[in-house]
């Protein structure tokens, strides 16, 4: 069965193609999960919730761009529906009220040099970050999203948008240097 035949048999609840469709999607929808939650737990409740959602929503699927990018639409959003919920706790919790974020205007074109670390360490090295660092970098990264756009997903300013892409960019280069430094030391 190929994915159009999965998405129209799903789009009838056909159990057996909702299985299919979710071990065909599930790792790389888990590898989205994690890039924007803290822990393996959090990414795991996300993936159940998402897929829950993508078979509700199937039927909204119109077949237009692919389908593996309406899906991730789906997980992305619902990350940041967490990161901000998420975001609301810590708030609660912090008596400070302000926003201490240091306002730059960083280049949308600059670069990153990662050297020759393997994927994996600088993944680890992403999940690693402050949660707010993380989650701008990804959308940078790895949605290609300007940062008006995430100012507005996020509910802060496009500039507390670049400072904590500039931020992570900072933070993720200077423990790529370090680890250079080891490797060739």
Not at 133 to 151: C, G, M, Q, S, W
Request: charged share 30%; net charge neutral; proline share 3%.
């Amino acid at each position: 069965m190929d994915d159009s035949q999965l998405i129209v048999a799903c789009k009838k609840q056909n159990r057996n193609a909702q299985k299919a469709l979710y071990e065909l999607f599930a790792p790389k929808m888990m590898a989205v999960c994690l890039r924007y939650c803290k822990d393996n737990e959090t990414a795991r409740d996300l993936l159940h919730d998402g897929f829950l959602q993508v078979f509700t929503q199937i039927g909204s699927y119109s077949g237009k761009g692919s389908f593996e990018g309406w899906l991730r639409k789906i997980f992305v959003n619902l990350a940041l529906e967490n990161y901000r919920q998420e975001k609301k706790k810590v708030e609660f919790l912090n008596d400070y009220g302000k926003d201490e974020t240091i306002f730059l205007d960083t280049p949308e074109d600059d670069y990153l040099d990662v050297g020759d670390i393997p994927r994996q360490e600088l993944l680890n090295i992403i999940h690693e970050m402050p949660e707010g660092y993380r989650t701008v970098f990804n959308l940078v990264i790895f949605e290609d999203i300007p940062h008006k756009e995430i100012a507005s997903m996020l509910g802060i300013t496009e500039n507390a948008s670049r400072s904590q892409y500039f931020r992570a960019k900072t933070l993720l280069q200077n423990k790529v240097q370090s680890m250079l430094k080891k490797k060739y030391l």
